[in-house]
C-alpha cells in the first residue's frame, strides 16, 4: 500500500492543526499568544490545553505522560507517570491537569550539575516549554520542558537556549528599527542540522567492547579498501540501507521531523540526514528525537547506528553542519543578499554583525563543540580545522572589500552555466562556491557552522552563536541610535566600513587543511584550540563570562557548573576507553597473540619431526615479530594502566584533563600501534574481534 505521507505527518504532534481543533477559540488565541509574544500563560488556559492535549493523547492510545527535558548532557531524560486518577470505588479515571502539564518535579540530584546541587540535594522542576509541541512516542505524551533546580540555576540545554533567541531577538529588532524597518516585531534564528552516522552490523557490534563502551574503535588495523576509490559518497543505497532510511523517514516524519534528504557519505558504512530548517529551539528538540529514532530503528533492522565523532581510524568522523540564520516575522531572511548583495544594506549590516561575532567569540564557539571524541575528528578526513575561519566566497568578499576602500563595486551579473552538451539545459552559477574545509561558511542565504560533533547537542553551538550576534547587533544599536534619520545611511557605511577594516582576519576562502593555513592564521592573531583541555579555561575568560552573564544566557554560577561539567565529561570518557581498551588487550588480544604462537611453534616443530632439514624460517620471522609485539604491548599496557591510575589521583579538574590528553592519549595512541601490528599478523580465523573490513563492509 502506497505510502499517505500528507497523512501521516505530524500525526503524533500535538501540532497547530490539533489545537485549534480541540481547543475553544479564546484558549486557542491565548495560547497563540504565549507561543508568539512569549507573554505569560494563565492556569485557565494550561488547564484548558491539559484537558484537550490528555483527550487526544488517549485517542492516540497513549496511556501515560512524560516531562522530556535535556540535561546537561547529550541525552534526554523522561519520568513516565500514567493519567489514571483512582475514584475511591476501585475504579480510575483517566485525568491530567494544567499544573501537571506546566510543571514537573523529577530528582535533580543525580544529574550533572556542577557542583549547582549537592547530592542531598535532590528537587528539581521541570517546566512546560509551550513553543515546542507536545508529541506521542511509544504510547506516552512527551512534554517539551526545561529543568533547573529548587533554587532556579538552569539544569539542562533549553532554558540558556531560549534566553539566547529572547536576547538575539531584542537586539535584531532594535537594529531593523534604526534602518528604517519599523514593522518588524520580532527576529527568529532557524536551523537545519544535517546529521552523519555509521551504521554496522549488530551482531559484529556485539563483539566489539570499544563500540558498546565507547562508541568508537580503540584498535583496529585498516581495511584493505577505506574511502579511497571515492565510490561509496552519493552510491547507491545498498538494500539494508534503503530499508532502514524508508523506516527511519516514515517515523520521524509522524513526529514531524522534517527529514528531507538522505544519502551514503564518504567512508563506507557512513551516511546523512538532512532535515528542512525551523525555528531553532524545535530544530534542537527534533535533533536530540533524531539521534534517538535512528538508534532505534537501526535496532529493527539488526543493525547498530554510530553517532561516535571518529568511530573508524584512517576514515572519515561524522560530524553535524548546524545551518543557522535568522527570520523576521514579515517573512525575510535577513542573510538572504538579494540579487544585488552590494545595495543590501539590510544583508550587510547583518552579515557583517556574524563576521564580527565570530572573530570576537570564536574561542567560544569553538568550546561549544568541544569533547573528547570531536577532538580526534577536527582537522582529520574532510573535518574542518579547529581554527575557526569564515568562508564568503569570491564575490562577498570583493563586496565587503569594495565598502573597506570606499570604491564602487562592479557586480557581475548573473552567470548561465553552460557545459557543452546541448541536451543538457542551461541553469544560473550561484554567487557563491562551497568550502568543505571551512568550519563556518557562508552558503547563499544562511551560515554553515561545520564544527560539530554527529553526537552533540546543537543547543550549545547555538546558544553561543545567537548571543554573540546579540552582543554585536546591540554595539550596532548602540552607535546607531542618536544618528539623525538623514544621515543615517553614510552612519551605516562608516560602521560596515570600520568593522570590515578591523574583523577581515577572520575571512578566509581557501584550503583549511594545509599547513600554511595554520601559519597564516597565527600571523592573524587566530586562536587554535587543538584540544578541548586547550580550549575550556577560555569559556571562563573576562570577556566571555562577560558576554553571557550581562546578556543574563547563564548566572556566574550556571556558566561555571557548565565549565566544571565539560572537565568531567572529557575526564569520564578517556577514562572508560583507557579501561576498555587494557581490557580488550589483556583478555583478548594478547591471549590471541600468545595461542598464534603456540600454533605457529607446533607447525614448525611439526615440519621438523617431519622433514628434519626443512626451513622453518617463516615460522621463526613470524614468532620473533609476534614476541616482539607481545612484549611492547606488554610494556605499554603497564604504562597505560599506571599513567591512568595517576591521572585519576588528581584533584584538580584541568590539570587532570591535561594530563588525561597529554599522558593517557599519547599511552593509547602508541599501544594501539602495536595493537594493530599484531593484529595484521593474526589469521581471521584467531582474532578476537571483528576486524575493520567486516565492520565496514558487511551491510
Avoid at 271 to 282: C, G, Q, Y
Avoid at 464 to 469: D, F, Q, S
Avoid at 594 to 611: D, I, Y
Wanted: hydrophobic share 40%; proline share 5%; net charge negative.
Amino acid at each position: 500500500m502506497a505510502l499517505n505521507i500528507p497523512e501521516i505527518y505530524g500525526s503524533l504532534v500535538f501540532n497547530d492543526k490539533i489545537m485549534r481543533s480541540k481547543l475553544p477559540k479564546d484558549m486557542y488565541k491565548a495560547l497563540k499568544k504565549t507561543i508568539e509574544n512569549g507573554t505569560h500563560l494563565e492556569l485557565d488556559v494550561a488547564n484548558s490545553v491539559a484537558v484537550a492535549m490528555k483527550e487526544w493523547a488517549i485517542e492516540n492510545g497513549a496511556t501515560h505522560y512524560t516531562h522530556w527535558f535535556q540535561p546537561m548532557t547529550n541525552f534526554t531524560a523522561e519520568k513516565h507517570d500514567s493519567f489514571i486518577s483512582p475514584t475511591g470505588d476501585g475504579q480510575v479515571i483517566m485525568d491530567f491537569s494544567g499544573k501537571e502539564l506546566v510543571k514537573g518535579e523529577p530528582d535533580a540530584s543525580s544529574f550533572p550539575s556542577g557542583g549547582l546541587r549537592a547530592t542531598f540535594e535532590a528537587r528539581g522542576y521541570t517546566a512546560w516549554d509551550p513553543t515546542s509541541p507536545a508529541f506521542i512516542k511509544d504510547r506516552t505524551l512527551y512534554i517539551p520542558t526545561a529543568f533547573c533546580s529548587y533554587s532556579g540555576e538552569a539544569l539542562d540545554k533549553k532554558t540558556p537556549l531560549l534566553r539566547s533567541m529572547d536576547t538575539l531577538n531584542r537586539q535584531a529588532v532594535k537594529v531593523l528599527h534604526l534602518l528604517g524597518n519599523k514593522e518588524i516585531r520580532h527576529v527568529t534564528t532557524t536551523v537545519g542540522p544535517e546529521q552523519e552516522y555509521f551504521l554496522v552490523d549488530k551482531d559484529l557490534y556485539k563483539k566489539r567492547k570499544d563500540l558498546i563502551f565507547c562508541g568508537r574503535t580503540l584498535i583496529g588495523a585498516p581495511a584493505p579498501k577505506g574511502q579511497e576509490m571515492e565510490d561509496h559518497y552519493f552510491g547507491t543505497l545498498k538494500p539494508r540501507v534503503s530499508a532502514y532510511m524508508h523506516d527511519l523517514d516514515e517515523e520521524l516524519w509522524k513526529l514531524g521531523i522534517p527529514a528531507k534528504t538522505k544519502h551514503n557519505e564518504v567512508a563506507p558504512a557512513q551516511h546523512e540526514l538532512a532535515p528542512v530548517f525551523d525555528t531553532t529551539n524545535v530544530a534542537v528538540d527534533h535533533n536530540q528525537l533524531t539521534m534517538e529514532i535512528m538508534k532505534k530503528v537501526a535496532d529493527k533492522h539488526n543493525m547498530v547506528c554510530l553517532l561516535n565523532e571518529k568511530p573508524f581510524e584512517g576514515i572519515n568522523g561524522s560530524g553535524k553542519h548546524n545551518n543557522w540564520s535568522m527570520i523576521t516575522d514579515t517573512g525575510v531572511n535577513l542573510l538572504d543578499p538579494g540579487k544585488t548583495p552590494a545595495e543590501n544594506t539590510q544583508f550587510l549590516v547583518f552579515l557583517v554583525a556574524v563576521i564580527k561575532a565570530v572573530d570576537d567569540y570564536a574561542d567560544l564557539l569553538r568550546i561549544s563543540v568541544a569533547s573528547a571524541g570531536n577532538d580526534h575528528r577536527l582537522g582529520a578526513n574532510e573535518a574542518p580545522p579547529a581554527i575557526v575561519s569564515v568562508f564568503l566566497g569570491d564575490e562577498l568578499t570583493e563586496v565587503l572589500k569594495a565598502i573597506e576602500s570606499d570604491q564602487y563595486f562592479n557586480s557581475h551579473d548573473a552567470v548561465q552555466m553552460d557545459i557543452g552538451a546541448k541536451v543538457l539545459p542551461h541553469f544560473m552559477k550561484d554567487n557563491t562556491d562551497r568550502n568543505r574545509t571551512s568550519p563556518f561558511a557562508f552558503t547563499g542565504n544562511k551560515f554553515e557552522f561545520r564544527m560539530l560533533g554527529s553526537s552533540s547537542s546543537v543547543a550549545n553551538p547555538n546558544i553561543i552563536l545567537n548571543t554573540a550576534v546579540a552582543e554585536v547587533l546591540r554595539q550596532f544599536a548602540e552607535e546607531l541610535k542618536d544618528v539623525p534619520a538623514e544621515q543615517m545611511e553614510k552612519a551605516v557605511h562608516n560602521l560596515l566600513k570600520e568593522t570590515i577594516s578591523a574583523h577581515k582576519r577572520v575571512i578566509f576562502n581557501g584550503n583549511g587543511y594545509t599547513d600554511e593555513w595554520v601559519q597564516e592564521a597565527e600571523k592573524r592573531g587566530l586562536y587554535n584550540l587543538v584540544s578541548t583541555p586547550d580550549a575550556l579555561p577560555h569559556m571562563i575568560a573576562e570577556k566571555n563570562e562577560k558576554l553571557l552573564t550581562e546578556h543574563k544566557i547563564f548566572t556566574k554560577a550556571e556558566l561555571y557548573s557548565r565549565y566544571e561539567i565539560k572537565l568531567e565529561n572529557y575526564v569520564k570518557t578517556l577514562h572508560i576507553e583507557s579501561c576498555t581498551m587494557a581490557e580488550m588487550i589483556r583478555k583478548e588480544l594478547l591471549p590471541a597473540v600468545s595461542a598464534c604462537m603456540e600454533q605457529t611453534a607446533r607447525t614448525a616443530s611439526l615440519k621438523k619431526s617431519v622433514v628434519p632439514d626443512i626451513s622453518v624460517s617463516s615460522e621463526t620471522a613470524l614468532l620473533k615479530k609476534l614476541t616482539a609485539l607481545e612484549d611492547a604491548m606488554t610494556e605499554k599496557l603497564d604504562k597505560l594502566n599506571e599513567d591512568t591510575k595517576d591521572a585519576e589521583s588528581m584533584t584538580d579538574p584541568l590539570e587532570k584533563a591535561k594530563t588525561y590528553q597529554k599522558t593517557v592519549l599519547a599511552d593509547m595512541e602508541s599501544l594501539r600501534e602495536s595493537a594493530d601490528a599484531a593484529e595484521v599478523l593474526l589469521p581471521d580465523s584467531m582474532l578476537p574481534y571483528p576486524a575493520y573490513g567486516e565492520l565496514l563492509f558487511s551491510i
